[in-house]
C-alpha cells in the first residue's frame, strides 16, 4: 500500500461514519478494515487516531456536532411547536441518515471528554430554548427533554428495526405522536 498524503483525522473518521452507517452499526468498524479502506496500514492510522477507543470517541463527538446541527438548522428561525415539531423530524431524519452513529450519541457522555461534553451540552441548549418558548423552564424543562428524547428514540429504533410492517403511514404516525406529546406537554 502506498502511503496516502493528505490523510488527516477528519478524512479518517469520515471514512469510519461511512463504513458504520453502511454496516447500521458502530461495533463493525474495524481499524483492519479502515486502514484498508483508505489504503493504509492499520499502524498509520494512530498517526490520526488514539487507537480504536479513540475512534469511537471521534466518531461519537462527529454524530453530536451533526445532531447539533441538524437540530439547529431546522429549528432556525422558528420558536414554539413549530420549532419542536421541526426539531423532532430533524432528531429522526438524522437516524435515519446516520443508522451506523446514531447508537453513539445514546449513552450519557462522560464529563472528563470536554469536547463531547460541549456538543453534547448544544443538542441539549437548542431543545431547552425551543421548550422555554413554550413556556417550559427549569427542571419542568429537564422532565421535558427526557420525554421528548424518550419518544423520538422509541419511534426512530422502532422504525429503524422494522418494528412499524402495519399498513399504515409511518409519517402520520410520527406526527400524531409528536403533536400529542407536545399536547400533553403544554397542558393543551
Request: net charge negative; charged share 20%.
Amino acid at each position: 500500500m502506498i502511503k496516502r498524503r493528505g490523510l488527516t483525522q477528519e478524512v479518517v473518521v469520515r471514512r469510519a461514519v461511512e463504513m458504520a452507517n453502511a454496516a447500521r452499526n458502530p461495533e463493525a468498524v474495524t481499524l483492519t478494515e479502515l486502514a484498508a479502506s483508505l489504503d493504509i496500514q492499520p499502524p498509520s492510522l494512530y498517526n490520526h487516531i488514539a487507537g480504536l477507543d479513540g475512534l469511537r470517541r471521534e466518531m461519537r463527538l462527529y454524530a453530536l456536532t451533526r445532531l447539533s446541527r441538524a437540530l439547529r438548522q431546522a429549528a432556525a428561525g422558528e420558536t414554539g411547536r413549530k420549532a419542536l415539531v421541526y426539531l423532532a423530524h430533524a432528531y429522526r431524519g438524522f437516524a435515519q441518515e446516520n443508522p451506523g452513529i446514531y447508537p453513539l450519541i445514546l449513552p450519557a457522555v462522560p464529563t472528563e471528554d470536554a469536547a463531547a461534553t460541549e456538543a453534547s451540552e448544544e443538542v441539549l441548549t437548542t431543545i431547552v430554548l425551543i421548550l422555554g418558548s413554550l413556556g417550559l423552564e427549569g427542571e419542568d424543562a429537564w422532565h421535558a427533554v427526557r420525554g421528548l428524547r424518550s419518544l423520538l428514540h422509541g419511534f426512530v429504533s422502532l422504525e429503524m428495526s422494522g418494528g412499524f410492517e402495519m399498513p399504515l403511514e409511518v409519517e402520520k404516525s410520527f406526527q400524531r405522536a409528536v403533536t400529542a406529546y407536545i399536547d400533553g406537554m403544554i397542558g393543551k
